[in-house]
């Protein structure tokens, strides 16, 4: 999964993509390098970000939606408001990347009208707050219970259980601690439930608290990603999609002979 954030205050590449066009062109590079989708987000999740209305977000994600998805590119969009999912799936996206696993009531109604597939993502908190002081009593077995609730009330609500993948949140309301347990033991955990299962550790700062102020993570983005594949994950989310993509191949051939 190629990440392609439309906002001015990513945490990674807030701002190079806020015009439309560029946003098209680097969707497109992302594809033509090997991304097996394009997760296109039009509001920042980093901690301490603002929160941006469903108007801008959908005036943000939807042209680029549509382009991408005119030019046979499989497109998420990474949101948590039913209004953004339904703007975004009539544009083409075929999946929805729900960051907050179904605060919106509404999300799981729409999925399934649309038969669309659904990422839930566990996130503690909100972005404004989320990192403050995140506590778990167990947080593997937390965030595995919160993602089976998730997905049993999307399957009630109509979703199809194949459609569903499941993402432990690596980053959202969780400290470093945390962040390593989801990593050495919840990606297995989240695995035996049934579900595939998405990692997104690509360039997130828990990198940084082990590493220091380095510019590029995409090399420890690989370690994590490798460590998760080996854990049973079958989606990676990167902002490098070619080292991701040759770090897949690589891992899928020893662990699934591939």
């Not at 990674?12 to 680097?26: C, K, L, P, Q, W």
């Not at 991304?35 to 005036?59: F, K, M, Y």
């Not at 997905?151 to 949140?169: K, W, Y």
């Not at 695995?191 to 510019?215: D, H, M, T």
Request: glycine share 10%.
């Amino acid at each position: 999964m190629g990440v392609l954030n439309v906002t001015p205050d990513s945490f990674s590449d807030g701002g190079r993509f806020v015009e439309t066009d560029a946003a098209i062109a680097h969707g497109l590079e992302l594809h033509a390098t090997g991304a097996d989708l394009v997760d296109v987000g039009g509001e920042s999740t980093r901690p301490g970000a603002e929160p941006v209305s469903a108007a801008i977000e959908i005036d943000r994600v939807v042209p680029v939606v549509a382009a991408l998805a005119t030019n046979g590119v499989v497109v998420s969009v990474d949101t948590f408001k039913a209004e953004v999912a339904a703007a975004a799936l009539e544009a083409g996206a075929s999946i929805v990347n729900d960051v907050t696993a179904l605060t919106d009531p509404r999300m799981a109604p729409l999925v399934a009208e649309w038969g669309a597939g659904l990422v839930l993502m566990h996130m503690q908190g909100e972005p404004q707050t989320m990192q403050q002081d995140p506590k778990y009593d167990d947080v593997v077995q937390d965030v595995a219970l919160a993602l089976r609730n998730a997905a049993s009330a999307a399957i009630e609500a109509g979703v199809r259980r194949e459609s569903i993948c499941l993402d432990p949140g690596i980053g959202f309301g969780k400290t470093l601690a945390h962040n390593l347990d989801l990593l050495a033991l919840g990606v297995s955990r989240l695995a035996e439930l049934g579900f595939p299962v998405l990692v997104g550790a690509s360039r997130k700062s828990f990198l940084g608290e082990i590493l220091g102020p380095i510019e590029d993570r995409d090399p420890a983005s690989t370690a994590a990603h490798v460590l998760a594949i080996a854990a049973g994950a079958s989606i990676i989310r990167s902002h490098n999609v070619v080292m991701a993509l040759r770090t897949a191949r690589v891992a899928d051939a020893i662990v699934r002979g591939l």
